[in-house]
Nanobody, 127 residues
Framework: QVQLVESGGGLVQAGGSLRLSCAAS????????MGWFRQAPGKEREFVAA????????YYADSVEGRFTISRDNAKNTVYLQMNSLKPEDTAVYYC????????????????????WGRGTQVTVSS
């Protein structure tokens, strides 16, 4: 089992950048594929990015492709989401998720493909 804690959210102006971190507990972090999702007010939670166990393969939603970068440091049990060129529509609570079942994969974009979730961190982009 793994516990996830997100950090790094905050208020930023449009065009700015933020880096989110997700710290995971446990000694088997490298066995998990990881993902980031987000939920804007009044909307359903949506997929943002995913990364496989080694960090060698990544997958992005079309809406963030080219602006966001997911990465991981298995020595630190941490996954990151670097967000550049932020837009007001990126405003949401961002959630980190982990899957052991699909650990070798990197294209899992559905909520039910992940077994573990963090509590989220708020990102607000002002215009």
């Amino acid at each position: 089992q793994v516990q996830l804690v997100e950090s790094g959210g905050g208020l930023v102006q449009a065009g700015g950048s933020l880096r989110l971190s997700c710290a995971a507990s446990g000694r088997t972090f490298r066995s998990y594929a990881m993902g980031w999702f987000r939920q804007a007010p009044g909307k359903e939670r949506e997929f943002v990015a995913a990364i496989n166990w080694s960090g060698g393969r990544t997958y992005y939603a079309d809406s963030v492709e080219g602006r966001f970068t997911i990465s991981r440091d298995n020595a630190k049990n941490t996954v990151y989401l670097q967000m550049n060129s932020l837009k007001p529509e990126d405003t949401a609570v961002y959630y980190c998720a982990a899957t052991l079942k699909y650990g070798r994969s990197f294209r899992q974009s559905k909520e039910d493909e992940y077994e573990y979730w963090g509590r989220g961190t708020q990102v607000t982009v002002s215009s």
